[in-house]
Every structure is written in structure tokens, then in C-alpha cells.
């Protein structure tokens, strides 16, 4: 089978397909709801430190969110990407200013400058994602950066991925080095992993 053919690379041809067909007025009013039952969610309310991505004009629309945890007196953590270490450093923000930000890579945008911040004093990370799945699986755009994030020993904070219901799948091709999620929040609602269940909400 061909890097072409791999149940991964299908999974993502089939998702980019569902993101494609969302109209601009649909994405932004599924992102105001994402971002209200985030930011109405107990973990939220419990993180000091919030780190999240700085969106695609295909992904849910986290600069309501920022402001928001600015708002509430909360710390705010973007990745800065290095590219050729394959890793994140998380750096805090205080501004979503574009002239403090660059694009990197496939249209990744991330700031100029930011003081670095430790992986353990972050409570909340909003991952994103092409696709998810019921039980807390989630594809990436083949990178592994969020794995590699989620996997280090110094992170204990709740990882909450952030998505469209057009994004839902029944299953998704899973390797051992990914790392599922600790909740999932769609304009569907809130689900909650843990080890014996999924609560839903």
C-alpha cells in the first residue's frame, strides 16, 4: 500500500472533503458555540494557564477564546513551531495583533517573539484536529506535534480537542505513539474520556 493509499492519508482525504464543503457562515457559528461550551466547561474554569492554537480560516476560530481568557485574567499559551525539531515550544501571548505573528510552514501561524513557557504549568491545551472520534482518538495532519506535546513526561494538564461535528468519524487509524484525548468539544456538545467511561454533556 502506498503512503498514497494508507488508511491515514484516506481518512484525511475524506475530512478535508467535509471541511471544504462548510461555508464560512457555518464555520463561525459552530466556532461561537464551540468556544461557549469551552469556556462554560469546568476544566476551563479550573485553568490558570490556557494554551491554544492560532487558527486556519478551516478550523474552529480560537481568537474568541483568547480574548476571553484574557478577560478572566488567564494566561495565554500559543505553540511556536520549530520545524525542523519536529517540536512545540509553548510561548505566552498577550496579543493577537498581526504584526506579532508570522506564518510558518503549511499555513501555520505563530508569534514573532514570546517568553517560553514550561509545559507544566499549563492546565488546558485546546489541540486541534482534522478528525476525532467518540472514544477520544484524534488525526492530525500527519506532523505528530501534538502527540509529541502530549506525550512528554512534564505535561499533566487536560488536553481538549476542539472540532466541527463534520468532523466526527466512527473510527480513525490509530498508531501506538498517538496519544488520545482528554475530552472533545464540538457544536454537538462536550465529551469527557476517562479510563472506564465517556461521559457525555
Same mark, same amino acid.
Given at each position: 500500500?502506498?503512503?498514497?493509499?494508507?488508511?491515514?492519508?484516506?481518512? @484525511?482525504?475524506? *475530512? @478535508?472533503?467535509?471541511?471544504?464543503?462548510?461555508?464560512?457562515?457555518?464555520?463561525?457559528?459552530?466556532?461561537?458555540? +464551540?468556544?461557549?461550551?469551552?469556556?462554560?466547561?469546568?476544566?476551563?474554569?479550573?485553568? =490558570?494557564?490556557?494554551?491554544?492554537? &492560532?487558527?486556519?480560516?478551516?478550523?474552529?476560530?480560537?481568537? #474568541?477564546?483568547?480574548?476571553?481568557?484574557?478577560?478572566?485574567?488567564?494566561?495565554?499559551?500559543? #505553540?511556536?513551531?520549530?520545524?525542523?525539531?519536529? $517540536?512545540?515550544?509553548?510561548?505566552?501571548?498577550?496579543? &493577537?495583533?498581526?504584526?506579532?505573528?508570522?506564518?510558518?510552514?503549511?499555513?501555520?501561524?505563530?508569534?514573532?517573539? =514570546?517568553?517560553?513557557?514550561?509545559? %507544566?504549568? +499549563?492546565? &488546558?491545551?485546546?489541540?486541534?484536529?482534522? =478528525?476525532?472520534?467518540?472514544?477520544?482518538?484524534? +488525526?492530525?495532519? =500527519?506532523?505528530?506535534?501534538?502527540? $509529541?506535546? *502530549?506525550?512528554?513526561? %512534564? !505535561? !499533566?494538564?487536560?488536553?481538549?480537542?476542539?472540532?466541527?461535528?463534520?468532523?466526527?468519524?466512527?473510527?480513525?487509524?490509530?498508531?501506538?505513539?498517538?496519544?488520545?484525548?482528554?475530552?472533545?468539544?464540538?457544536?454537538? %456538545? +462536550?465529551? @469527557?474520556?476517562?479510563?472506564?467511561?465517556?461521559?457525555?454533556?
Amino acid at each position: 500500500m502506498s503512503d498514497q493509499t494508507t488508511p491515514k492519508m484516506l481518512a @484525511r482525504r475524506e *475530512l @478535508r472533503s467535509r471541511l471544504a464543503g462548510m461555508t464560512d457562515e457555518a464555520r463561525h457559528r459552530k466556532s461561537v458555540v +464551540i468556544g461557549s461550551l469551552v469556556c462554560s466547561s469546568a476544566e476551563w474554569r479550573a485553568a =490558570g494557564v490556557v494554551m491554544l492554537y &492560532l487558527s486556519t480560516p478551516q478550523e474552529v476560530d480560537t481568537a #474568541p477564546i483568547a480574548i476571553r481568557a484574557w478577560q478572566e485574567g488567564k494566561t495565554v499559551v500559543v #505553540p511556536k513551531v520549530s520545524w525542523d525539531q519536529r $517540536r512545540m515550544l509553548p510561548v505566552e501571548i498577550t496579543s &493577537l495583533s498581526n504584526d506579532m505573528m508570522t506564518t510558518t510552514g503549511p499555513g501555520i501561524r505563530e508569534p514573532l517573539t =514570546g517568553k517560553p513557557v514550561p509545559a %507544566g504549568l +499549563i492546565d &488546558l491545551v485546546l489541540v486541534p484536529g482534522m =478528525g476525532f472520534t467518540e472514544n477520544g482518538h484524534r +488525526i492530525g495532519r =500527519g506532523m505528530g506535534f501534538y502527540d $509529541r506535546f *502530549l506525550a512528554q513526561p %512534564g !505535561f !499533566f494538564g487536560v488536553s481538549c480537542g476542539i472540532g466541527f461535528s463534520e468532523q466526527m468519524m466512527p473510527s480513525l487509524p490509530m498508531l501506538e505513539h498517538d496519544v488520545p484525548l482528554s475530552m472533545l468539544v464540538t457544536d454537538a %456538545g +462536550i465529551l @469527557r474520556f476517562t479510563t472506564n467511561c465517556i461521559e457525555r454533556r
